[in-house]
């Protein structure tokens, strides 16, 4: 007995693309950004910094964490 036109196919879902890979610039700009935020909030704490930035106070903390936060979020999309 012939087989059915349904029972001769199986479905098979199309593959995943591959992500695109980042721009050459993204690896250095995370290592960099995260390296700036890490000496100013250091060189905050050991209290180094020039006196116009030192008359910042604890802003200076939000100064340093900007890049931080920066680096940390291009990090996250880094393929």
């Known amino acids: 007995m012939p087989k059915s036109r349904s029972k001769r196919r199986r ?4 593959p ?3 992500p695109k890979r980042s721009a050459p610039w993204v690896g250095p700009t995370i290592v960099i950004s995260l390296a700036v935020g890490i000496i100013y909030i250091l060189l905050f704490y050991m209290q180094i910094l020039p006196p116009t930035l030192a008359n910042l106070n604890n802003y200076n903390l939000a100064i340093g964490f900007v890049p931080l936060i920066f680096g940390l979020i291009l990090a996250t999309r880094w393929t």
């Open 16 to 18: 995943r693309p591959r």
């Open 11 to 14: 479905y098979v879902p199309p």
